[in-house]
């Protein structure tokens, strides 16, 4: 695989950031979309610059609302692996956590091949811990709202079945719900960037990082 130094002489290669450093242990890490992961010290990839390894264990994280289902499921498309929606494993009828989630999150992190969001404290170590490839989809909190407020109207209006028959709640609840999918996706924002530091940081994640970017 190629080390961080030898990617920045590559021919077609954009410059990277000023700040842009080798990553410890020679691990790879790479970004790509507007913006570069600067402050991590993670030099970019120019939109035709191959991908450094071939991921088989993938985790899709951003907050809610970022599109980490529709990346994951894409993913799975285009790479041949299963795609596991932890929501559908999380929620039970009537929004009741599953007391089953662990164990079958468990069970299908055990298998070879897999993409799913990192989602949910009580097995985001378990996911990383297994992981190959870490996606961060980290788009500013105003291009989250642009796509989760049009989806939670539609989803509510429409009567979309999410899991296990739940559907969105009434709209008013916005008002009386401080954990209403858009308060929490306002609220929570700025967690996910902390938690990705956390991890590039430490060393429980032993495959790689890719951010994609969003302009606000």
Same mark, same amino acid.
């Given at each position: 695989r190629p080390r961080t130094d030898?990617?920045?002489?590559?021919?077609?290669?954009?410059?990277?950031?000023?700040?842009?450093?080798?990553?410890?242990?020679?691990?790879?890490?790479?970004?790509?979309?507007?913006?570069?992961l600067d402050h991590a010290g993670v030099e970019p990839l120019a939109w035709d610059d191959p991908l450094p390894a071939h991921p088989r264990r993938i985790l899709v994280t951003g907050t809610s609302g970022s599109g980490k289902t529709t990346v994951a499921a894409a993913l799975s498309g285009r790479l041949g692996i299963p795609h @596991? #929606?932890? &929501?559908?494993?999380?929620?039970?009828?009537?929004?009741?956590?599953?007391?089953?989630?662990?164990?079958?999150?468990?069970?299908?992190?055990?298998?070879?091949e897999w993409v799913t969001e990192w989602q949910y404290s009580v097995v985001r170590p378990l996911l990383l811990g297994r992981a190959d490839l870490l996606v961060w989809l980290d788009l500013t909190r105003a291009a989250v709202m642009r796509q989760i407020v049009p989806r939670t109207l539609r989803r509510r209006l429409r009567r979309v079945e999410l899991w296990n028959g739940n559907v969105e709640p009434p709209l008013?609840?916005?008002? @009386? #719900?401080? &954990?209403?999918?858009?308060r929490w996706a306002w609220r929570t924002h700025p967690k996910t960037a902390a938690r990705v530091q956390q991890v590039l940081a430490g060393t429980d994640l032993q495959g790689e990082l890719a951010r994609i970017a969003c302009p606000a």
């Open positions: 030898d990617r920045r002489t590559a021919p077609h290669r954009r410059a990277g950031p000023a700040s842009a450093r080798p990553v410890r242990g020679g691990r790879i890490r790479w970004t790509c979309g507007c913006t570069a @596991t #929606d932890i &929501d559908g494993l999380y929620h039970g009828p009537g929004w009741v956590p599953r007391p089953e989630f662990v164990d079958d999150v468990a069970a299908f992190v055990a298998r070879d008013w609840t916005l008002l @009386t #719900d401080r &954990d209403h999918i858009l």
